[in-house]
């Protein structure tokens, strides 16, 4: 009983963090503002058109002892590394491997422990390494829809297919942002010295300086918190210095190769339907009693892509 | 022996998160850049005179379970809900509370779990609410240093005193950014429903929509990952729903209150130094053979503040 009161108390006194309210500035603070449609309103009001599953050839499902984290991949940013990760996946080469590192406010990484010494895993049928693709051409981001706020890292910026899009028109690129949850490719200072062996997630705000430095898989669409929790390596850049500090990795596997009752029934917003452009907006200019003032921007990587189990 | 290979080689392996390089297309990718200083080198390079000592006045402890969080209060940005916070303090108002939320890729938050039944925490000498500090007049940002990039939420942005700031001089405001580790007030619909007895630290991207909406007072400076590994919350917006899963608050102190040999000697690199706008450029253009391309750009959110041990 003194719960559901505490409840109640703590979630009102936390509007305070979600920011929903309409623009003002501060000397009109206290004058009630117009109510606007929030994200969740807009949720609401979705079409069951406005979601798609994930694809169960292009998702992947790392297996962890707390669960599981569900990866979409996006073989139009990546397509050789996409094959090849999921050839990796297939031969069972991340299995029983672990996260090796996990560094506050920058990025949580998996692989081979042993990758120095002699119980290296071997790589069977994938390639340990590939050519870089770092960015590909600007006909690849098929389904991109630009957003209009101007971004600091690339000429334009919007969504296609899901996932957060940096492009640059005149040199003809595309590329996916370092958003918060984006899974990139582990290299060393050779572009090609990467293949997909050991990954990364974001956990902390956007390195997007990595933008167009290292190729960029997918994002993980469910589970962040199994990784974003993990306590922080203590040998410098957050690494684990004894095995014991490591995460061991049950597997990862391909969605499509996994029993369908056994899968993540999981759907994400279209980004290039209206429906999004109105989650946008919600989140560009937020309505309702609580926001003073209201900038009329969004960042690229505080863009909210929906998921939600499916229906 | 064997860790000490893995070790080497996987920092080697993660050379590729660091992104330290001079700017090239990805067609002149291998093309060797010529080596620039990083942000290691420019500390190495700094001298006394480029860092300061916390001032124990406006510096507070938060003794958890696991160790001490410090945190630097902005009196320039806050200066009522600084001296609040301070009197809150010093009548032990925090201690024996707890933290009541962790939502993921957002913001921690502690305070009262009873802040609405019979055993609610009464405030003494301090005041329970205040008038809003969310901008305070230009005069106050009174050390000041422009960054030259662009960004979304301010007109302009820069550093003063050690903490991340966006201004307005046509509006004659200036404002704390909610930059990832910044502390704010949590409060309800109304401006001045807020005093401090309930806090929040962004653990996330930086959810700047939030900027000019709500009083913030300060950074923590040391202790981040006890407060960005905590385990989400399960109700909604990561509210913890039993009181088992709320982490104890052990006390909350000003450091002028803590005999000296049990203070943190930590000094924050003056921002107002010739050697952080080098820190800055750092990041900006970063040097050395791993980086393919950089963006000539830096997010204020992005930007170190660098904080050490004294010497």
Same mark, same amino acid.
Request: glycine content about 10%.
């Given at each position: 009983?003194?719960y559901?009161?505490l409840?109640h108390?703590?979630?009102l006194?936390i509007?305070?963090l ?22 969740g309103?807009?949720l609401?009001?979705s ?5 798609r ?11 962890l ?15 050789n590394?996409?094959?090849n990760?999921?050839?990796l ?9 672990a ?10 990484q ?18 340990k390494?590939?050519p870089?693709?770092f960015?590909v ?8 829809v630009?957003?209009r706020?101007?971004?600091g890292?690339?000429?334009?910026i919007?969504?296609?297919?899901g996932?957060?899009?940096?492009r ?15 899974v990139?490719?582990?290299r ?13 997630v ?22 962040m ?6 306590p922080?390596?203590?040998a410098p ?5 004894q095995?014991g ?9 391909v969605?499509?190769d &996994?029993? $369908? /009752?056994a =899968?993540? %029934? ?5 980004t290039?339907?209206a429906? #999004?452009?109105? &989650?946008? $907006? /919600?989140? =560009?200019? %937020? ?9 009329? #921007?969004?960042?690229?990587?505080? /863009?909210?892509?929906p998921?939600?189990e499916?229906?």
């Open positions: 009983m003194a559901r009161k409840h108390a703590v979630l006194g509007a305070a979600m920011a929903t309210g309409a623009g003002a500035a501060d000397k009109k603070a206290e004058k009630e503002l117009p109510p606007k449609p929030s994200v309103d807009v609401k009001g079409t069951p058109g406005d979601w599953p994930l694809d169960p050839d292009n998702t992947l499902y790392m297996e002892p707390g669960g599981r984290v569900v990866i979409e991949l996006a073989p139009d940013f990546a397509p590394h996409v094959r990760i999921k050839a996946a297939r031969e069972h080469y991340y299995d029983g491997l996260i090796i590192r996990s560094q506050d406010n920058f990025v949580v998996w692989g081979d422990p042993h990758e120095d010494d002699e119980q290296v895993r071997k790589v069977k049928s994938a390639q390494t590939l870089a693709e960015t051409p600007l006909a690849n981001d098929r389904h991109f630009r957003m706020d101007i971004d890292f690339a000429p334009q919007g969504h296609s297919g996932f957060p899009v940096g640059d028109p005149k040199a003809g690129r595309t590329w996916l942002a370092h958003c918060y949850s984006m990139g490719v582990a060393g200072n050779e572009s090609d010295s990467g293949g997909g062996t050991s990954l990364y974001v956990t902390g705000q956007a390195p997007r300086q990595l933008d167009r430095n290292i190729t960029v898989v997918g994002r993980v669409v469910s589970g918190p199994l990784l974003s929790t993990l922080r390596g203590p850049m957050g690494f684990y210095e095995p500090q490591q995460l061991p990795i049950g597997a990862v596997k969605a499509a &996994v029993p $369908e /009752a =899968r993540s %029934r999981l759907e994400v917003m279209r290039d339907s429906t #999004y452009q109105s &989650v946008l $907006e /919600a989140q =560009r200019n %937020r309505g309702g009693p609580w926001t003073k003032y209201t900038p009329n #921007y969004l960042d690229l990587c505080n /863009a909210q892509i998921v939600r499916q229906k």
